[in-house]
């Protein structure tokens, strides 16, 4: 099994700010089949980036998506209030597994 | 537009069944692989299962195999995920999520708004 480890756990930033997070598979993920999920409270997740750089639709372009192998990262340009939420990792090309998430809060 | 709703949740106790549904609309549902996601209380999403486009091929997670079948309908635009044997760890809101593609290898792009089994005596 692919574990994913996501870090920070909790990231405090301003609106405006960037923001930048990270997801780090336990063995390399083939072919970029990673994806990055929004969640906010009481809601389904919300599917932002495939193939580890890919918006899906409708996916504003402050959001994008980088890296291979084994590291991968989510930066958010300039963070909009609608933008707070957790944030998942998933691979999807070894069966499939999520990382742990992390939390985006108002500093 | 798509839309995916479940339905089926509630309280149970240890060791008894439940049956979950998820009615689907808006897409052509008999082309698509259909998976189950859990999240437990305050945690994390985790991968239940997968059913191909067709029914034919299955695949689950290690903690639910053996105790779980996910199955789909496709004359009704259904999916099912029969829960035996549950257990206190099983309570969580259960997601169903649709495949990009009709291929497994795909991310989920469209998810219901799930609906909570509680596993309790």
């Known amino acids: 099994e692919i574990v994913l480890t996501q870090s920070p756990g909790t990231l405090s930033l301003s609106p405006g700010e960037r923001a930048t997070l990270s997801c780090r598979a336990s063995q390399s993920i083939s072919s970029n089949y990673l994806a990055w999920y929004q969640q906010k409270p009481g809601q389904a997740p919300r599917l932002l980036i495939y193939?580890?750089?890919s918006r899906a639709t409708g996916i504003p372009d402050r959001f994008s998506g980088s890296g291979s192998g084994t590291d991968f990262s989510l930066t958010i340009s300039r963070v909009e209030p609608e933008d707070f939420a957790v944030y998942y990792c998933?691979?999807?090309?070894?069966?499939?597994?999520f990382g742990q998430g992390t939390k985006l809060e108002i500093k | 537009q798509v839309q995916l709703v479940e339905s089926g949740g509630g309280v149970v106790q240890p060791e008894k069944s439940l049956r979950l549904s998820c009615a689907a609309s808006?897409?052509?549902?008999?082309?698509?692989?259909i998976h189950w996601v859990r999240q437990a209380p305050g945690k994390g999403l985790e991968w239940v299962a997968v059913v191909s486009y067709d029914g034919d091929n299955k695949y689950y997670a290690h903690s639910v195999r053996g105790r779980f079948t996910i199955s789909r309908d496709n004359s009704k635009n259904t999916l099912y995920l029969q829960m035996n044997s549950l257990r206190a760890e099983d309570t969580a809101v259960y997601y169903c999520a649709k495949s990009w593609s009709g291929s497994y290898i795909a991310p989920f792009d469209s998810w219901g708004q799930g609906t909570l089994v509680s596993v309790s005596s």
């Open positions: 193939g580890a750089s």
């Open positions: 808006g897409f052509t549902f008999s082309t698509y692989a």
């Open positions: 998933q691979q999807y090309g070894t069966s499939y597994s």
